[in-house]
Antibody, heavy 123, light 108 residues
Framework: QVQLVESGGGVVQPGGSLRLSCAAS????????MHWVRQAPGKGLEWVAA????????YYADSVNGRFTIFRDNSKDTLYLQMNSLRVEDTAVFYC????????????????WGQGTTVTVSS | SSELTQDPAVSVALGQTVRITCQGD??????ASWYQQKPGQAPLFVIY???NRPSGIPDRFSGSTSGNTASLTITGAQAEDEADYYC???????????FGGGTKLTVL
């Protein structure tokens, strides 16, 4: 079945770095755009970044632009989020999500979500 | 505009119809998609496009858009529909994605 499994979360000090991974299975990963979405404790969903399927075009929320980098390895069916200069306000559950459209990201949303990985930024 | 606005909370009697709305300028250009999230779970994709339901989503869920407002309607709400609901769309530039603040649905 179609599945996304995130990993790499943990506790890090402010100013530190962390790399999240999202392993995909059950679909042709290389054909679909992917997103990272986060949710701070007790708060709503916040879109973080997106990457297109091929010759990747990347998109970032203003809150992470310049600090986070989204990238993918289609040979490993894996999506990544490199997070640098982490702040306390980056504390959240991070979800990876598959775009509905092939050759997106498109206009129809995110139809498959992982279970999330927790990032805690604290001294 | 770079925001999608939702009512924080809505309630509905069991078996009745409820509409959850999402307002934003970008909805004049881009479709909204809707997500259901229960405590401790990942979001679940429930409506996309003009009014499309992914496989496995009950037909009591439907969507619509008028002007800058997208709506998710649950016709005959069930106890298991109690959850947080989020709308999502691209922003007006098309280079960012937005989520509404979420609506907590209580089924009485």
């Amino acid at each position: 079945q179609v599945q996304l499994v995130e990993s790499g979360g943990g506790v890090v000090q402010p100013g530190g770095s962390l790399r999240l991974s999202c392993a995909a299975s059950g679909f042709t990963f290389s054909s679909f755009a992917m997103h990272w979405v986060r949710q701070a404790p007790g708060k709503g969903l916040e879109w973080v970044a997106a990457i297109s399927s091929e010759t990747p075009k990347k998109y970032y929320a203003d809150s992470v632009n310049g600090r986070f980098t989204i990238f993918r390895d289609n040979s490993k069916d894996t999506l990544y989020l490199q997070m640098n200069s982490l702040r306390v306000e980056d504390t959240a559950v991070f979800y990876c999500a598959k775009d509905v459209e092939s050759s997106g990201p498109g206009n129809y949303g995110m139809n498959v979500w992982g279970q999330g990985t927790t990032v805690t930024v604290s001294s | 505009s770079s925001e999608l606005t939702q009512d924080p909370a809505v309630s509905v009697a069991l078996g009745q119809t409820v509409r959850i709305t999402c307002q934003g300028d970008s909805l004049r250009t881009f479709y909204a998609s809707w997500y259901q999230q229960k405590p401790g779970q990942a979001p679940l994709f429930v409506i996309y496009g003009e009014n499309n339901r992914p496989s496995g989503i009950p037909d009591r869920f439907s969507g619509s858009t008028s002007g800058n407002t997208a709506s998710l309607t649950i016709t005959g709400a069930q106890a298991e529909d109690e959850a947080d609901y989020y709308c999502n769309s691209r922003d007006s530039s098309g280079n960012h994605w937005l989520f509404g603040g979420g609506t907590k649905l209580t089924v009485l």
